[in-house]
Structures are given as structure tokens and as C-alpha cells.
């Protein structure tokens, strides 16, 4: 596609469920980040990855969180035993090279834990 | 690492006057500061962006200033439209260590232009 995919748009899940959240970049493109997004509020950095690099992990916000990513293509968000405060919008984007510059955003997958 | 801020975090202009967001960020290392404009339910999106070696950029209605020495961006708006209406967020590009490479993000200022 032209664009950053993700998948699913919308996910309900019950507090306690694992939940996976799918990134397809831009083909191409070597960088890519997931931010999290709480309603009104700012982007929030999770992890980046970028080639072959060991992925810059240092925004996860716990050890529920991990994502990995398959050479340059596809990435997985995963959050075990989802709680409330999960619930955001998590943003995915990719970037041609490295160094942050001129993300593509994907439309988001909206988490709301029951 | 990075510490961006940004105000206001609400503006609410008359069509066709302008509109002036302002960041400030801590790591004076940083060189890259980009803006993304979201609209409601849709992505952010780039919209421009400047680099630490230049001073000012525009770009048709929309222009950025950057002070390094102050350490401070913003982003002017001139002749507002109701489709400008979007939360927009700055960014700085962390510029050493740790940090080198990753996007700090602003909190967004709420934009709404009223016709």
C-alpha cells in the first residue's frame, strides 16, 4: 500500500487479555516507532527500531509491553494482561532513514480495556 | 533526555487572523524540530520542519523561527482558514547518547478557527 497500515482500527478486549496491535510501514522504509496516544493528550514514545539495530526500548512503560519487527517490514505491539489505563490510541509510523525525520504516521489502533 | 513544552494549549482565532505556537526544549544538542498537524480522527501528519542550522522556513501561509540560543521554536500561521482547525504538536529531535535519533513530542495546541 502507499501507506503505514495498522490493524486492527479498534480493539475491545476485557482487563487481563494479551492484545497484539500489527504496523505494516511504507516499503522501504528502515525506521519505525510506536507512540501511544491518551485521549487529549500528547504522543507518548514507546520503541523505535531501526535496521538492524537493537530497537531503542526505552519508552515501553512496563514489561507488559514488548514489540518486535521482521527485518524491515512488519511490527507487533504486544501488551499482556491489558489494564484501564492501556486504553489509547496506539500510533505506529515509519521513516525512510534513521534520525526522526519525516514520519509517516499509520491511522492508529484504538485499545479500549473493559 | 528531551524535554519539550508547548503553548498554549488551546488558540481560537478569527478566519483570517493569525496563529503563533510556541516550544521551548531543554537539550541543546537537539537539531531537528519538526511539526505535525492532526485533525480529529486522522493521523498526524508532517507539515514542516526545520533543522538547527537554519534560522527561519516557510512555506505559503505556514513558517517556523527557531532560536537556538533561547532554545525555542514556533510555528506562525498567517491568514487562517477553518480547515487550519487540528491539534498540532512540535517535536525536537534528541541530539546525543541515549536520546540520538528519537522524537520528543510537545502536548499539542488545540487550533480551532472560526469562521
Known amino acids: 500500500g502507499a501507506g503505514v497500515s495498522q490493524s486492527p482500527s479498534n480493539k475491545v478486549t476485557e482487563k487481563g487479555k494479551d492484545v497484539e496491535l500489527r504496523c505494516d510501514p511504507i516499503?522501504?522504509?528502515?525506521?519505525l516507532y510506536w507512540y501511544r496516544q491518551r485521549l487529549g493528550q500528547g504522543l507518548e514514545f514507546l520503541i523505535y527500531?531501526?535496521?538492524?539495530?537493537?530497537?531503542?526500548k526505552s519508552g515501553l512503560p512496563s514489561d507488559r509491553f514488548s514489540a518486535e519487527r521482521t527485518g524491515e517490514s512488519v511490527s507487533t505491539l504486544t501488551i499482556q494482561r491489558t489494564q484501564q489505563e492501556d486504553s489509547a490510541v496506539y500510533l505506529c509510523?515509519?521513516?525512510?532513514?534513521?534520525?526522526?525525520?519525516?514520519?509517516?504516521f499509520g491511522s492508529g489502533t484504538q485499545l479500549s480495556v473493559l | 533526555g528531551e524535554n519539550v513544552e508547548q503553548h498554549p494549549s488551546t488558540l481560537s482565532v478569527q478566519e483570517g487572523d493569525s496563529a503563533v505556537i510556541k516550544c521551548t526544549y531543554s537539550?541543546?544538542?537537539?537539531?531537528?524540530f519538526p511539526w505535525y498537524k492532526q485533525e480529529l480522527g486522522k493521523r498526524p501528519q508532517l507539515i514542516i520542519d526545520?533543522?538547527?542550522?537554519?534560522g527561519e522556513k516557510k512555506d505559503q501561509r505556514i513558517a517556523v523561527t527557531l532560536n537556538k540560543t533561547a532554545k525555542h521554536f514556533s510555528l506562525h500561521i498567517t491568514e487562517t482558514q477553518p480547515e487550519d482547525s487540528a491539534v498540532y504538536f512540535c517535536?525536537?529531535?534528541?541530539?546525543?547518547?541515549?536520546?540520538?535519533?528519537?522524537?520528543?513530542f510537545g502536548r499539542g495546541t488545540q487550533l480551532t478557527v472560526w469562521p
Open positions: 527500531f531501526q535496521g538492524n539495530s537493537a530497537p531503542d
Open positions: 517535536a525536537a529531535r534528541g541530539g546525543r547518547g541515549s536520546t540520538l535519533g528519537r522524537l520528543y
Open positions: 509510523a515509519s521513516s525512510l532513514d534513521q534520525g526522526g525525520e519525516k514520519l509517516f
Open positions: 526545520i533543522r538547527s542550522n537554519v
Open positions: 516499503s522501504g522504509h528502515t525506521a
Open positions: 537539550d541543546s544538542a537537539s537539531n531537528y
